[in-house]
T-cell receptor
Framework: GAVVSQHPSRVICKSGTSVKIECRSL??????MFWYRQFPKQSLMLMATSNEGSKATYEQGVEKDKFLINHASLTLSTLTVTSAHPEDSSFYICSAADGNSEAFFGQGTRLTVV | DAKTTQPTSMDCAEGRAANLPCNHSTISGNEYVYWYRQIHSQGPQYIIH???NNETNEMASLIITEDRKSSTLILPHATLRDTAVYYC????????????FGKGTKLSVIP
């Protein structure tokens, strides 16, 4: 199946700093990518839909100025957590579609804000 | 998208078949049943999907009832590596990639 790669797999940052997470579709072009967040022992929650060449669409309750999404090419979307705080510590996961019938997920990024 | 109901957890002996049920009684005619699984601290992995007919691939089989109100994912010979949370998701059209995850079923494969 298609491959979606996330980087980094885990990151620790200080409170108040910003962290960028990359999501790449390695062997296909993805006009749309999705960003999810997962807190411990909970399910994945959709944060936003990333559209190549246009603004992302955010789910209710997700601050667009805090979680900056850029989808500048058909193979790369980035999520920047700005002014991170301990409550932003979570598992962030992206997904992308290859135009067929299923979405493929990255391996996830474990963010810890200290 | 239709809501799904799955048992919270299940155990299965290694080497035996694991049968994971899912209820989706409000499913519409154009909605597909998708199954994903998530192994601890990894991203979800696609398993299989179907509309009306039973489906089989190298990972699993999907049995959908005639009225489409429920389905069962079958892992024919469960291994320890199949221990994961399994999500049954109903979405409109095979091409809608925005997935809404419920709580899923935590499958524990026991040696």
């Amino acid at each position: 199946g298609a491959v979606v790669s996330q980087h980094p797999s885990r990151v620790i940052c200080k409170s108040g700093t910003s962290v960028k997470i990359e999501c790449r579709s390695l062997d296909f072009q993805a006009t749309t990518m999705f960003w999810y967040r997962q807190f411990p022992k909970q399910s994945l929650m959709l944060m936003a839909t990333s559209n190549e060449g246009s603004k992302a669409t955010y789910e209710q309750g997700v601050e667009k100025d805090k979680f900056l999404i850029n989808h500048a090419s058909l193979t790369l979307s980035t999520l920047t957590v700005t002014s991170a705080h301990p409550e932003d510590s979570s598992f962030y996961i992206c997904s992308a579609a290859d135009g067929n019938s299923e979405a493929f997920f990255g391996q996830g990024t474990r963010l810890t804000v200290v | 998208d239709a809501k799904t109901t799955q048992p919270t957890s299940m155990d299965c002996a290694e080497g035996r078949a694991a049968n994971l049920p899912c209820n989706h009684s409000t499913i519409s005619g154009n909605e597909y049943v998708y199954w994903y699984r998530q192994i601890h601290s990894q991203g979800p992995q696609y398993i299989i999907h179907g509309l009306k007919n039973n489906e089989t691939n190298e990972m699993a089989s999907l049995i959908i009832t005639e009225d489409r109100k429920s389905s069962t994912l079958i892992l024919p010979h469960a291994t320890l590596r199949d221990t994961a949370v399994y999500y049954c998701i109903v979405i409109a059209g095979a091409g809608s990639y925005q997935l809404t995850f419920g709580k899923g079923t935590k499958l524990s494969v026991i040696p």
